[in-house]
């Protein structure tokens, strides 16, 4: 039963087969790590690409315990084409379309060739007071030696442009989420970047900015810095139930924060839902995604960067789901047994973090169809062979040696999609990235009239570390780079 | 593939929460000639028997070791160690089997008798026993329930020092986790009342372990008229119920385990007193912060019969 109390009964829940590969390799560039946004528009489905993520992440500044470095980095960032992408997938033709690159910019450091977005990390179809019927929107990463990360805008799917964007601070390099509420659009930066750095998940503000009409630049903020905690370093993720408009938190001190608003006059009331990452205290850092099912909202929680806030020293631990009700009261769903505020908690599913995954650093998205609610994860395990275990816990090092590494990885390694009709139980769809486990995060499941599309997060290419003969190498990747699946039940049978 | 079973009488499920006195309530059934009790199978925890032997190779505990003595005792009338090793060969060179046709093959080795199946690692996870209603919809279920004070005092006993213990039983709002026993009692409890709701009427009933033991006690006698039994003597003692009993005490080597620790903990049990001692507002000696039962407990255990004392 949904918040108005429609009963909708659930369709034929997908498994594995019932998906196919529309798209591998990045789009054929192994460059394209994340199909890291991704929206249904006028008969398309659009996806986003964030471009070497892997290999940025290497080039911003030393990485310990992790070596090899899993994918091959050149020694200068600008011998990379960063410029992100946007792709279009016709379902009638099984044709994908580029129809949209960054454009470069003369930078702060002197260069022509510098990407104005690195990265598209969020989509959203919004019709806003000037637009004339429902648009697209998307939201941009730039790199600090750029400008501040705009949200394009196009009316037809071909042709894209900026609008005037927030008054952001320097510092501000990417924004996720777009939500249409109350009549406004709103966003919230999730990333930040100086040359001393810049951290993806982290933002220099933590505020929800809201536009009417998204052709001017009337943006407002209608939240607090942090909701007035200044614990709250981002507000990290946003969407609507039950007439109200939420915002999940990082909070790298006590936990995430879940809040929520009946919007109205800016700036808005804000009451809060749970505090101290709902009894799990920082293993419960960030929410990390949101959606409405069945008269609750369904919420993921974990810790940053891939399940292991390593310069916080929090982590590694995997992540919850937990479902949040309109009276504020929220039940564990998968996750870890506690005595809370609310008082005693035990997952409803059985399963605990990670669905009994320990490698699982996120529940990166949701999505309802046909019925189902469907949650795709991120797993670090495919990381296993690069990482220095040697200091690791006693119990996870005796796994790793039980499982032996390379069956785990191979054989466990990707990114989980997993279905629920009802909430409390769930199935899985795929465990092992749709057998490949390089696919070690489903970024975008998008529920369309053709089916359920997965995107993928798969940083491992162009060229990926193998080790042969003991010595490591790179070597090309076909599996590397962000793949989109598509799944739908076979057709029925002729008469 | 498995004789048929369609002669098999349906089976019995024990179901409890961890450290609930479901050994003590089979090793007591064990006396009745219509049943044949096995030890903890384990089997509901995958639905093909290779992925049962991938869990059992890596658990840190002792699942694997019923099935394997209870496998044993039934092909070969004895579970030391040769039979144990045969035991562990017959079930490797059937791993294409589904879980539910190992079942049905322990229960034509059982028939006539009638197989009573202890559980109390299965009702901590609804997908688990989702495998009851789907492999025997004819089957019956016992609800064992012990108060959760005695309960969490035998848990919190088995854990101390203890290297591994299960996530299951820690509550994690605390840095570093600690056991808190209530948590795994409201778990299992709660999820087995959710199984009986929708279980067919007159094929489920509850058991309280803490009073079947006491010869003339009530709930030994509704377990006989729920179950059809023949009259039995009770028994005075449970742990000389257990003990005497062949999977109520430890295996050999190759197989130590199958049944619920407690029965390793006399002294423990000896020192629990009896149901009016227990009380579900006091303190709870296990928690650093000596609170109390949380009122999620203190409902479910009222549900179950218990009084606030």
Redesign the interface.
Known sequence: MDSVGRVHAAGVGLTESDFRLTCLNGFGDGLNHYAHSAAWFQGRLYVGTSRGNLIGLRLAGPRKGIRPWPVECPSDLYDLDRRAQIWAYTPETDQWALVYRSPTVHGTNGRDDVPSYIGLRGMAVIQSASDPHPCLYVSAWSPHTAHSPDVLRSADGENFAPIPRPPFGPAVRTCRTLLDFDGRAHLSPTGSGTKKGFTQDLSSEAVIYANADLATADWVPVSAEGFGNPANATVFEVATFDGHMYGGTVNPLTGGELWKSRGGDAPYQWTRVFDQGAGRGQHNEVISALCEFRGALYVGCGIINGGYHHAAGIGPAAAEIIRVWPDDSWDLVVGESRVTAQGAKYPLSGYGAGFDNLFCGYVWRFSVHDGWLYAGTMSWLNMLPYIQVNAWPPDVRALVDAWGEDALVQGQGGAEIWRTADGVNWEPVTRNGFGNHYNWGMRNLVSTPHGLFAATANPFGPKVAVKRAGQWEYTPNPRGGCEVWLGAPPAAPAP | MSPPVRNAPAPVWLLAAPFSGVTSVAAMLNRYPELWVTGELDLLLADQVSDLLAIF??S?GTQGHGLLRTLARLQWERDDSPAIRAAQQWLEERQDWPCSELLNFLRAAAAPRRLVIPERDAP?????L?RITAWTPDADLVHVVRHPLPQGKLLAAWAHERL?VP??F??????P?QV?P???W??ANE?IERLRRDWSPGHTCLVHADTTSNSGGASRAELEQALGLSDVPASARPEQDASAWWLGRRGPDLAPGGYEPEADLASAITALGNVQEWSLTMSLPWRRDR?GF????RACARRLGYDEG
């Open positions: 190779s890596l840190q901590l996870r609804p997908h688990a989702r591994y996530v299951d820690k509550d994690f709002s605390q840095q986790p808190d209530q948590l795994p409201l778990r999820n609170a949380t009122p999620e407990v």
